[in-house]
């Protein structure tokens, strides 16, 4: 994915909505670069790290690679890492940044409303322990992809559609906190944690042997044990992520079928409208058509 942002306006309908996001993004800081970029940022939102930040609103924010440090009001430092999601606070100082030597990869959902802020007062969550581990969370990646698509596409009435997608993350994640599964099987993590890293990357191809690498795990073991896993060869399973992705394009945005197909590692439209066809019996076009909103 590449680096995205976007700044809401908020009405008299999404206040009463009760749940409104005001800001959502993913942005990758790569090792050694500057952190953060404020000039891509309003000047409610920018910081530095030695005066840290006060939001107005609720933040929810996800490293899905690297690690750095956080810091809060009701915080001391503590390190980050891959995997973990953490709440800001409205009124509550806070500052973070990823690690000079490794960079981070974040998403974000800022949000408010009556409703979240009755639920914040419940003690689902807390502002002294604000870090919630989700691990590599596929479920949890799915959404914050959706969350931006959707809000990067802008259909009629997307406020409410996002509204309820940042609900489900925030269900995801207290889930998570609740019921924390052990997992005791090592080549299990190692699988699931192959998944993430494919749902990840489904803008291209992915070298399976490298990624078999960084797991790490022997190439042939890999193969064996994520076909037993989840019944698929790790390329079959990638690409259906990527035509699945692409089906979700096709009926959530207005992009071209090209740019769906770009979007989702196919630099062929031919080759991409063949795949899909013959996974989905019908040819992009005709999907798109058979599947609109207006349809």
């Given at each position: 994915?590449?680096?995205?942002?976007?700044?809401?306006?908020?009405?008299?309908?999404?206040?009463?909505?009760?749940?409104?996001?005001?800001?959502?993004?993913?942005?990758?800081?790569?090792?050694?670069?500057?952190?953060?970029?404020?000039?891509?940022?309003?000047?409610?939102?920018?910081?530095?790290?030695?005066?840290?930040?006060?939001?107005?609103?609720?933040?929810?924010?996800?490293?899905?690679?690297?690690?750095?440090?956080?810091?809060?009001?009701?915080?001391?430092p503590v390190t980050i890492n891959e995997g973990t999601c953490f709440f800001l606070y409205p009124g509550v100082w806070h500052r973070y940044r990823p690690d000079v030597h490794s960079g981070w990869e974040e998403y974000?959902?800022?949000?408010?409303?009556?409703?979240?802020?009755?639920?914040?007062?419940?003690?689902?969550?807390?502002?002294?322990?604000?870090?919630?581990?989700?691990?590599?969370?596929?479920?949890?990646?799915?959404?914050?992809?959706?969350?931006?698509?959707?809000?990067?596409?802008?259909?009629?009435?997307?406020?409410?559609?996002?509204?309820?997608?940042?609900?489900?993350?925030?269900?995801?994640?207290?889930?998570?906190?609740?019921?924390?599964?052990?997992?005791?099987?090592?080549?299990?993590?190692?699988?699931?944690?192959?998944?993430?890293?494919?749902?990840?990357?489904?803008?291209?191809?992915?070298?399976?042997?490298?990624?078999?690498?960084?797991?790490?795990?022997?190439?042939?073991?890999?193969?064996?044990?994520?076909?037993?896993?989840?019944?698929?060869?790790?390329?079959?399973?990638?690409?259906?992520?990527?035509?699945?992705?692409?089906?979700?394009?096709?009926?959530?945005?207005?992009?071209?079928?090209?740019?769906?197909?770009?979007?989702?590692?196919?630099?062929?439209?031919?080759?991409?409208?063949?795949?899909?066809?013959?996974?989905?019996?019908?040819?992009?076009?005709?999907?798109?058509?058979?599947?609109?909103?207006?349809?």
């Amino acid at each position: 994915m590449q680096n995205y942002h976007k700044y809401l306006h908020i009405g008299d309908t999404e206040e009463k909505w009760g749940l409104y996001v005001n800001t959502a993004g993913y942005t990758k800081t790569n090792p050694k670069q500057h952190y953060p970029n404020n000039s891509e940022h309003p000047t409610t939102h920018s910081f530095n790290w030695n005066k840290g930040r006060i939001l107005s609103g609720y933040y929810l924010v996800f490293i899905s690679r690297g690690q750095g440090i956080f810091e809060s009001a009701h915080t001391p430092p503590v390190t980050i890492n891959e995997g973990t999601c953490f709440f800001l606070y409205p009124g509550v100082w806070h500052r973070y940044r990823p690690d000079v030597h490794s960079g981070w990869e974040e998403y974000w959902v800022g949000f408010d409303g009556a409703y979240p802020h009755e639920l914040m007062h419940k003690g689902f969550f807390s502002v002294k322990s604000p870090f919630i581990h989700v691990g590599l969370h596929c479920d949890l990646l799915h959404l914050f992809h959706n969350l931006i698509e959707t809000i990067h596409a802008s259909s009629p009435g997307y406020h409410q559609v996002v509204a309820g997608i940042t609900l489900q993350i925030l269900g995801v994640v207290n889930a998570v906190s609740i019921h924390k599964e052990q997992d005791n099987d090592p080549a299990g993590r190692l699988i699931a944690k192959a998944q993430f890293l494919l749902q990840e990357s489904l803008e291209s191809p992915v070298d399976m042997q490298a990624l078999a690498r960084d797991i790490p795990m022997g190439y042939s073991a890999f193969r064996k044990a994520f076909k037993k896993i989840t019944g698929e060869s790790p390329n079959q399973y990638h690409l259906n992520l990527r035509l699945e992705r692409a089906k979700y394009l096709l009926t959530s945005t207005t992009l071209t079928i090209s740019e769906i197909a770009y979007q989702t590692g196919f630099d062929s439209l031919f080759y991409f409208s063949r795949l899909f066809k013959k996974k989905y019996e019908v040819p992009p076009k005709s999907y798109r058509l058979q599947n609109s909103v207006s349809h």
